[in-house]
């Protein structure tokens, strides 16, 4: 079982009110911290902004979102607010971060948190990757939202309107910020990492908009349809797919392990090219993190049966994968050499010890024996012989041939 956890925070924000917040924090120690922004008049606990900084936990990043000023559980008024209040309330919340964690490295923003984040970016100075969903290009776009409420809020200087079945009261005020929003500028000045989701459907803000953030943005940034996705994002496979990506993308610019397995390791933990650095996480009994090779971060752990956390594979299980991963690339290696038509491999692999005396055709009489027990699955048009000549090239794999192989570890202690 994962130990993630979520922790609620306050701090102040920009217009000196309390903002209520909460710090999505990963199993182990986190690789990197992100800031969320959720969308126009909505909160920090939407599926959405919920949903993705708790996947962006399984991959080592800690995400802080938080409900801006007026809004969710803040304290002072909405009427107050505006789009350049909204930045600064995302600086405030680097500011804490910084001051009690560590700065962001990557914002997020979905709708016109998005537009936020775009502005902010410039603010903070550690950033260094930028991700949007469904945002606008321009956050006066937001204004259709309350086109029957304009002539009054131009005669008495504000009015009531009703979003998504709550009341909200918009100034003038607000709409003059947005109107004088340079967003394109500072699109273009970014000069940081930009990833760009936006779904081809969004009947709220249309797909136009991503390009002309891209268009807009420099190098390096990428675009990721989220096919049939609502604006909202209210699907949980929509949002668990945009975690996944998001972290996938950002651990090129975080110095972050691309994750396998749900960790990410901090950089004194990576291991250099060729080698493999295996480390307590500091949970449990026996949760360890795992760096193989400076590429990909990974996680091991006892099952809960042997006191341990179950938040990763055990080591015999380890074993088994490299060994299975080993046989299935051998195989395929030796099907494309000799042409043969074989569409697929699986192997299924389950490790067990026995008594000796247990098993005819072990050298060993005595005491207790390792076995493997392997079964090889091949899929294709191919004769009985071929298969049975694709079993007897499974034994030669290399890490086969390792395990029967006399092996030497030479162990010292690190200077």
């Known amino acids: 079982m994962s130990s993630a956890r979520s922790e609620k925070v306050a701090f102040p924000g920009a217009l000196g ?34 949903r993705i900084s708790r996947g962006l936990t399984g991959h080592g990043i800690a995400v802080l979102r938080f409900d801006f000023t007026g809004l969710g559980s803040s304290d002072g008024e909405f009427a107050n607010t505006d789009f350049t209040s909204n930045v600064a309330d995302l600086v405030a919340a680097a500011d804490f971060l910084r001051r009690e964690f560590q700065a962001p490295s990557l914002l997020i923003g979905h709708s016109l948190g998005g537009a936020a984040v775009l502005a902010a970016a410039a603010r903070i100075g550690e950033v260094k990757a930028v991700a949007t969903l469904n945002a606008p290009a321009d956050p006066a776009h937001v204004a259709h939202n309350f086109d029957c409420a304009l002539d009054e809020i131009a005669a008495k200087g504000s009015a009531e309107v009703n979003l998504g079945g709550r009341p909200f009261v918009i100034r003038q005020e607000f709409l003059d910020d947005i109107a004088g929003q340079k967003m394109r500028d500072a699109i273009h000045g970014l000069r940081r990492a930009l990833l760009i989701f936006h779904a081809p459907r969004d009947r709220q803000v249309s797909v136009d908009n991503a390009a002309t953030i891209f268009t807009a943005a420099m190098h390096p940034k990428s675009f990721v349809s989220l096919d049939d996705a609502d604006h909202l994002l209210t699907r949980r496979e929509d949002a668990a797919y945009a975690a996944d990506v998001i972290a996938a993308w950002a651990s090129r610019y975080l110095g972050v392990a691309a994750c396998g397995g749900g960790a990410a390791l901090p950089p004194e933990l990576k291991a250099e090219t060729g080698s493999v650095v295996v480390a307590e996480s500091g949970e449990g009994n026996y949760a360890n993190l795992v760096s193989v090779g400076g590429k990909f971060a990974l996680r091991a752990d006892e099952p809960v049966e042997h006191k341990g956390m179950d938040s990763g594979p055990s080591p015999y299980d380890y074993l088994l994968a490299g060994l299975g991963a080993c046989t299935s690339m051998t195989l395929r290696m030796y099907a494309d050499l000799k042409k043969l038509p074989l569409r697929r491999v699986a192997v299924t692999l389950a490790h067990r010890k026995i008594h000796a005396d247990d098993c005819a055709d072990c050298e060993t009489k005595t005491g207790k024996i390792d076995v493997i027990d392997r079964v090889v699955e091949v899929d294709g048009d191919l004769t009985d012989a071929q298969r049975r000549r694709l079993l007897e090239i499974a034994d030669r794999c290399p890490v086969h041939r390792t395990l029967h192989a006399e092996v030497k570890v030479r162990s010292r202690l690190a200077e």
């Open 17 to 50: 009110h309390d903002l209520a917040a909460r710090l999505d924090l990963p199993a182990g120690p986190p690789a990197a911290f992100a800031l969320f922004a959720h969308c126009f008049t909505c909160s920090k606990d939407t599926f959405a902004a919920s």
